[in-house]
């Protein structure tokens, strides 16, 4: 499963390269589909700060309060501030889509 947005690059090129190894592979638009609670609490756990791109228009558009609040209440707001792709192949999460992260999820438990 790949949690980002339709419109992400780089959420396309994970799809499209997982799927060219024959992999069932789900993009999920965090946009139209919300993460839960929980969901983004495990997100949180996993990759903490990093979880939140602070490159992007998006996350410089965000209030100052916003920008001082804690991940959670950030991507809630705003969803696209969220860095991605974020890919959960198994028990296992993956932030981005670099050589490190396509070798590791190559790798890793088909599914």
Do not use: H
């Amino acid at each position: 499963m790949i949690y980002g947005l339709s419109t992400c690059s780089e959420c396309r090129k994970a799809q499209k390269a997982l799927a060219a190894e024959g992999r069932t592979v789900s993009l999920r638009d965090i946009r139209s589909e919300p993460l839960s609670e929980a969901e983004l609490a495990e997100f949180i756990a996993e990759f903490g700060d990093r979880l939140v791109d602070r490159s992007t228009n998006d996350y410089r558009a965000l209030s100052d309060w916003l920008k001082a609040s804690e991940v959670d209440a950030q991507i809630a707001a705003q969803p696209k501030v969220m860095a991605r792709p974020v890919i959960r192949d198994g028990d296992r999460l993956y932030l981005g889509w670099d050589a490190a992260v396509q070798a590791a999820v190559s790798e890793g438990p088909a599914g």
